[in-house]
């Protein structure tokens, strides 16, 4: 069955510092993947995606993210934490259904605490 | 362009009684999918809707149902409330076809069974 892992459930970081959320998912075909990010008491806004090609995406507000088919990985990276990151970060994984649009899989996210 | 809206915000029932929870899909959108999101985990699936039909559903009993409207809007109702439903529940919709298959999130109902 398709999943989502991600290993750090809180990660805190200081401003500035570069930060790195880890994950991992579980899919037999090539995998759609999305990074969100929620806010407290928020609903989930989209950082970015990957379908195909350039496997380093970047997306909004600084945030980029690398693609490796070998290591079934897709983490998330910001060279620089301003103290607005600071929320909890969903990986997700989306389940194609031949053609439909399709549900996603979520990881059970990572808490991001940035001290100043 | 008016993005994913969701109503109430916030909802307190009883257990046993029945809810409905509203979404009103981003403009040009014709597909919503409904997500439950309990404490400290991530969303997980409930169903999808297109066309005004289910279009798949996850691992959740036949107490939730969902409609969805002509104008593509989407309700998501909970019978027999149980304290497990306490949950955010979250509304995405999403256009249909082509290769994009964004989901754009609504800020969600925080549904309280007490």
């Known amino acids: 069955a398709q999943s989502v892992t991600q290993p750090d459930i809180h990660i805190t970081v200081s401003e500035g510092a570069s930060l790195e959320l880890r994950c991992n998912y579980s899919?037999?075909?090539?995998?759609?993947l999305f990074w969100y990010v929620q806010s407290p008491g928020q609903g989930l806004q989209l950082l970015l995606k990957?379908?195909?090609?350039?496997?380093l995406v970047q997306g909004i507000k600084g945030f980029e993210a690398e693609f490796k088919r070998s290591q079934s990985s897709f983490n998330l990276r910001k060279p620089s934490v301003h103290w607005s990151d600071a929320a909890e970060y969903f990986c997700a994984v989306m389940e194609l259904r031949g053609g439909a649009t399709n549900k996603l899989i979520f990881g059970t996210g990572t808490l991001l605490a940035v001290q100043p | 362009e008016t993005g994913v809206t969701q109503s109430p915000t916030h909802l307190i029932k009883t257990r046993g009684q029945q809810v409905t929870l509203r979404c009103s899909s981003q403009?040009?959108?014709?597909?919503v999918s409904w997500y439950q999101q309990a404490l400290g985990q991530g969303p997980q699936f409930i169903f999808q809707?297109?066309?005004?039909?289910?279009?798949g559903r996850g691992n959740f009993p036949p107490r939730f149902s969902g409609l969805q409207f002509p104008n593509y809007s989407s309700e998501l109702n909970v019978n027999a409330l149980e304290l497990d439903d306490s949950a955010l529940y979250l509304c995405a919709s999403s256009p249909r076809g082509g290769t994009s298959s964004e989901q754009y999130f609504g800020p969600g109902t925080r549904l309280t069974v007490t």
């Open positions: 899919y037999g075909a090539t995998p759609y």
């Open positions: 403009s040009g959108h014709n597909t």
């Open positions: 990957y379908f195909s090609g350039d496997t």
């Open positions: 809707y297109y066309r005004e039909e289910e279009n």
